[in-house]
């Protein structure tokens, strides 16, 4: 119970710090959407009176008042999960573009993730046990290649080769505009062809990391004492493998899938922009470009939320499968079989 107090107060002490970083960064750079409008206008040669520039401000809800006071509202703000109405989207609101974009990011990156992590480390498990046999000797070179090429440029050659050239897939978008929204198989279909590019993208470009990790720490588990032991009780290679070897190998890779699946709510940005893919990735580069503050903090919120609350989940976790930091943390004796 100490260890769940302490790690629930570090939660709410860092999410405290990051909202607070996420308010005075926007205030810090130069310029405003107000100005870039004003600006506009007198590039055309229109002049606006000081009137029509207050109610330009009033319109995108930018405050004068102080920077405390401003402060005390955006607490407010985040608590209630109300951060005004988007500059880039107006009049839309915050709240509604997020909860708009949040469902395709958690499809298309959430779903990746998933496979990702599951098909390289269970990759990664096999290549350590045959390390040496034909599947290592070509599994980890291409692993090696995958996980150091950028995946933007392999977002761009499978968007050029098999959407522009081939025409096998579609250049943009989520689904086919000539298909009405709604809970029908022909929009699924749609939806499921035009993320076929971005997810293979993502997962050529991840599934390399998570096996070269997954099998360094089983390379490294492979010469303790208790795996010596366990083959010289005559334990199956399965057993011997998954329970002994792969249990203890996994941690410092679950530690990194729960950092993965904390920032699954950020979008993969650069594949959602070369996709115009409609998630939290491409919302977040609207937002940046068009200088949308109040977007800006609204994505930030959810995405610091999402990561505090998975590493939180993987601390809990993390106690649950390593006896070690089980009795450190209660004091006791506790017993595995390794």
Avoid at 222 to 234: F, H, Q, S, T
Avoid at 274 to 293: K, S
Wanted: net charge neutral.
């Amino acid at each position: 119970m100490r260890y769940l107090i302490s790690r629930l107060a570090l939660l709410i002490g860092t999410f405290w710090a990051a909202i607070t970083i996420d308010f005075v960064i926007p205030r810090l750079m130069p310029g405003s959407p107000a100005a870039d409008i004003l600006a506009r206008f007198e590039q055309n040669g229109d002049v606006l009176p000081p009137s029509a520039q207050h109610a330009l401000s009033v319109m995108l809800g930018i405050s004068h008042q102080g920077l405390f006071s401003q402060y005390g509202a955006f607490l407010m703000q985040v608590i209630h999960f109300n951060f005004g109405r988007s500059y880039t989207y107006f009049p839309y609101t915050v709240t509604s573009e997020i909860f708009h974009a949040l469902p395709w990011t958690l499809g298309l990156i959430g779903i990746t993730t998933l496979l990702s992590f599951g098909l390289g480390t269970g990759l990664g498990i096999i290549a350590a046990w045959r390390r040496g046999s034909r599947l290592d000797t070509w599994v980890t070179p291409v692993a090696m290649f995958t996980s150091a090429f950028p995946y933007f440029w392999l977002a761009m050659a499978l968007l050029y080769i098999l959407g522009y050239l081939v025409h096998w897939f579609p250049l943009t978008g989520s689904y086919s505009s000539a298909i009405n929204p709604g809970p029908s198989f022909s929009f699924g279909a749609s939806v499921v062809y035009h993320s076929i590019l971005p997810a293979a993208t993502i997962l050529v470009s991840s599934i390399g990391g998570w096996l070269l990790s997954m099998r360094n720490n089983m390379l490294t588990t492979l010469r303790e004492d208790y795996i010596v032991l366990a083959e010289a009780k005559g334990l199956s290679n399965v057993k011997v493998a998954i329970d002994y070897a792969a249990h203890n190998a996994i941690l410092p890779n679950f530690t990194g899938f729960a950092m993965a699946i904390g920032f699954v709510v950020g979008g993969s940005l650069l594949v959602e922009v070369v996709f115009a893919y409609p998630g939290m990735g491409y919302l977040l580069y609207n937002a940046a470009i068009n200088q949308d503050y109040p977007l800006l903090e609204g994505i930030f919120v959810v995405i610091v939320a999402c990561v505090l609350a998975a590493n939180f989940l993987a601390d809990l976790a993390y106690v649950v499968l390593d006896p070690r930091i089980r009795r450190v943390h209660t004091g006791g004796q506790t017993h595995g079989h390794h």
